[in-house]
């Protein structure tokens, strides 16, 4: 539905443009006139209107409120007065000018119809307006016909004399130029003064570009050129060829900025002509000249167009003058509908009118204004000392009517008072009644609902408690269990440790037997005779003692290997249950706490930063410096120690002599230097190959590494601690809970006796 809404509106647009553009050109040509005596005229259309005349402004406001405003004219009279607007937007000046002859002495209105009429039906030698003579046609023959008269094919002649404004249709003579404009593009012969006689006895419409152009010749306003044999292709039936747009941007970008570019289409497609549209100041004239004598240097005007007979692919130009606007076919169309004939000095003419009527319509306002202004100043001073006598008497009268009403006003307030004080007596003690009513009955409500609700509440906590209490216990009893697992997985790893040293012992010991039995063999085997029997027997029994003794060795060997194994995994799970310490106690404050080992203190820093830059940031100094070292003691490339022998044992030492140390020790002092020389120390022993901060169980009182079971029973003081002040909040909420004495929201009983 939206679309078919858009599509009628476009034609309704489009159809009322049209109707516009037809009556415009009837006025224009005559066809319809615009009659009036003196300096009033009158609307064409509206003849038998209440207010037949207007004046020139008066006619212009009547024709746009009917055109644009009126909801009751039909589409046709729309028409009509937006074409009569344009027409005296257009001819506005040559109209004003013109003398009117006065046409109430014919007695009769003169409608747009009757207009018509007479257009089609002439009478002849009617006289409508001052040197202007309507005859009949004159048909071939006629022999009282004149000779000298011209002819056209409609058999009108109109002749204004003195009159410099070029109509269509209109012979305007003036001494020393004559110019005709025939309606009709043929002149019928008759025997008198045809077509070629008039092109003899009067100066023409220029026919070629090369007639002298001056202030008088007829150029189509807004200005416009003709532009010829533009490219074609045949396509699909059709001629196409370059879009206005596309010929706009070409022409603008060589600097003769058109404002518009129209090519021109008939039905078999792109016609190769177009019309360049210029702008309407004289900056578009000055372009509109420049781009006509561009093509004429080239030999490409309107001369080179009509005469050469092979156009090639080359483009011809020329400005549109009054030939192509009478001219029939797509080109004289396209002219009519959107421009007109205007000479330059008619458009000089016009802009001095304007601006001369708006210099004379602002100082006719202006006087008008300054004239109100004083009589609107007298009005003022005469209705102030008027005011102002009324105003008095107003005051008086006031105040005399406002004491009577004080003194009423004060009666009546003294009788309300007391009728007040006496109701309100009785007011306050009905409301006492009713509050100490009702207080009696909220109490009773609540002690109902509090024995109800305590009873619920009660019942409740007690389960809660119960279940918390069993709950607890669970939670203990496999507290408890874990510890003594741990303790018991302990003890068994330490008697491990012993047996398996033990054993290592007892291995060793074995393997020096094992070896010095062999040697025994060996040596035996070396000093025992072939024929000594008993040294035979002895040897036999000492290999096969050294059998067992192997036997024994592998079997150690293997035990040995199995207790290793069981060694390195319960190891694994200490150090994960270490581990496991160390995030449950990173963030308390007691003596076996967490100790990042390797990590620089900054308090040194900061003590030493406040001495040395007294006046500056103390803090971002510090933290620079301390920054700083930290980087340094994370570089893999600095490792300020040195070896040296302890007895038969090398031993590794910190350098006192490093450069860096020194320059810290003499620039920062000695805190500092101890806070980096511990850092280093800390990382050396605990992480060499990485260099970084490693967390540790610390025991802060004795300043050493916390062993596991510091750090459980440090888990199991924090628990109990824990337990003790749980089971404290427990009871107080208990005691409170059953000392309470108020209802489930809070509020208070009373114990109220009956």
């Known amino acids: 539905m939206s679309y078919r809404r858009e599509r009628r509106s476009d034609n309704n647009d489009s159809e009322l443009e049209d109707l516009k553009n037809r009556y415009y050109q009837e006025l224009r040509d005559k066809i319809v006139k615009i009659r009036g005596s003196g300096k009033y005229l009158q609307c064409p259309y509206c003849c038998n209107h209440r207010r037949g005349e207007y004046d020139f402004r008066e006619l212009g406001r ?17 028409a009509r007065h937006m074409g009569l607007l344009k027409y005296l937007d257009r001819y506005g000046d040559t109209l004003r000018k013109s003398p009117r002859s006065s046409w109430r002495n014919s007695g009769q209105e003169v409608s747009y119809l009757d207009e018509k009429s007479k257009s089609e039906k002439p009478t002849g030698g009617e006289v409508t307006e001052p040197g202007e003579i309507v005859t009949q046609a004159i048909e071939p023959g006629n022999k009282d016909s004149e000779p000298g008269e011209i002819v056209t094919e409609q058999g009108e002649i109109a002749i204004e004399p003195g009159n410099k404004a070029s109509e269509p249709g209109e012979i305007l003579i003036e001494p020393g130029e004559t110019s005709v404009f025939a309606k009709e593009s043929s002149v019928k012969s008759c025997g008198r003064i045809t077509k070629k006689n008039l092109q003899s006895n009067f100066c023409a419409v220029p026919a070629s570009p090369s007639t002298h152009r001056g202030k008088d010749e007829l150029f189509v306003w807004p200005w416009m050129a003709v532009v010829a044999n533009l490219s074609v292709e045949y396509k699909n039936g059709k001629y196409v060829g370059e879009s206005g747009r596309k010929l706009r941007e070409d022409w603008v970008s060589q600097g003769y900025n058109p404002a518009r570019v129209h090519p021109l289409w008939n039905f078999r497609g792109h016609s190769g002509f177009a019309i360049f549209e210029f702008n309407k100041d004289w900056e578009g004239f000055k372009n509109a000249i420049a781009f006509e004598k561009s093509f004429e240097r080239d030999r490409r005007g309107k001369r080179d167009w009509y005469a050469a007979k092979h156009k090639g692919d080359k483009l011809y130009a020329w400005l549109a003058c009054e030939e192509e606007y009478r001219s029939e076919g797509l080109i004289g169309k396209h002219l009519r509908k959107n421009g007109d004939l205007r000479t330059v000095s008619d458009i000089q003419r016009e802009d001095r009118r304007k601006e001369s ?34 105003m008095e008497q107003k005051e008086e009268m006031a105040q005399s009517y406002n004491e009577e009403i004080k003194k009423m006003q004060q009666n009546a307030y003294d009788q309300l008072e007391n009728i007040f004080m006496e109701s309100e007596r009785s007011k306050d003690q009905l409301e006492a009644q009713r509050v100490e009513l009702e207080m009696r009955e909220r109490e009773l409500k609540q002690r109902r609902a509090l024995n109800e609700s305590e009873k619920l509440k009660i019942n409740c906590q007690k389960k809660m408690n119960e279940m918390a209490l069993m709950e607890q216990k669970k939670a203990d009893e496999k507290m408890m269990k874990l510890v003594e697992d741990q303790k018991r997985q302990k003890e068994l790893l330490h008697e491990r440790i012993i047996d398996l040293e ?20 060996e040596v035996m085997k070396h000093m025992t005779d072939e024929g000594d029997s008993e040294d035979t027997k002895k040897l036999e029994l000492i290999e096969e003692e050294l059998k067992e003794k192997e036997e024994e060795h592998d079997h150690l060997m293997a035990l040995s290997q199995n207790l290793i194994i069981k060694e390195r995994n319960t190891n694994d799970e200490l ?15 007691a003596n076996i706490c967490v100790k990042r080992m390797g990590e620089l203190d900054g308090k040194p820093f900061y003590i030493a930063a406040k001495r040395k830059y007294s006046h500056e940031d103390v803090a971002g100094k510090a933290m620079e410096m301390c920054s700083l070292w930290e980087d340094y003691l994370r570089d893999p490339s600095w490792h300020p120690y040195k070896i040296i022998m302890d007895g038969e044992n090398p031993k590794e030492v910190l350098d006192e002599n490093d450069e860096k140390l020194k320059e810290l020790k003499s620039e920062l002092g000695d805190e500092v230097y101890e806070a980096v020389t511990t850092a280093l120390r800390e990382i050396n022993e605990y992480n060499p190959s990485g260099r970084y901060p490693l967390p540790e169980l610390w025991n802060s009182n004795e300043k050493r590494k916390a062993s596991l079971d510091e750090g459980i029973e440090q888990i199991l003081k924090q628990w109990k601690t824990y337990k003790q002040k749980r089971k404290s909040d427990e009871v107080s909420q208990l005691s409170k809970s059953k000392g309470a004495t108020g209802d489930v929201d809070g509020n208070p009983v009373f114990n109220i006796s009956p």
Do not use: P, Y
Request: proline letters at 0%; aromatic letters at 2%.
């Open 502 to 521: 033990a054993k290592l012992d007892q291995k060793h010991a074995l393997e020096l037997q094992i070896q010095r039995m062999r040697g025994a063999v």
């Open 62 to 78: 009547h024709a746009s409120r009917i055109a644009r405003e009126s909801k009751s004219a039909s589409f046709k009279e729309k």
């Open 357 to 390: 009527t708006l210099v004379s319509n602002l100082t006719n306002a202006l006087e008008s204004k300054s004239k109100k202004c004083e009589d609107m100043k007298k009005n003022i001073s005469k209705t102030e000392i008027f005011m102002g006598n009324v």
């Open 575 to 589: 150090q994960e249950a270490r581990k496991e310490l160390i995030n449950g106690l990173k963030d308390t404050r």
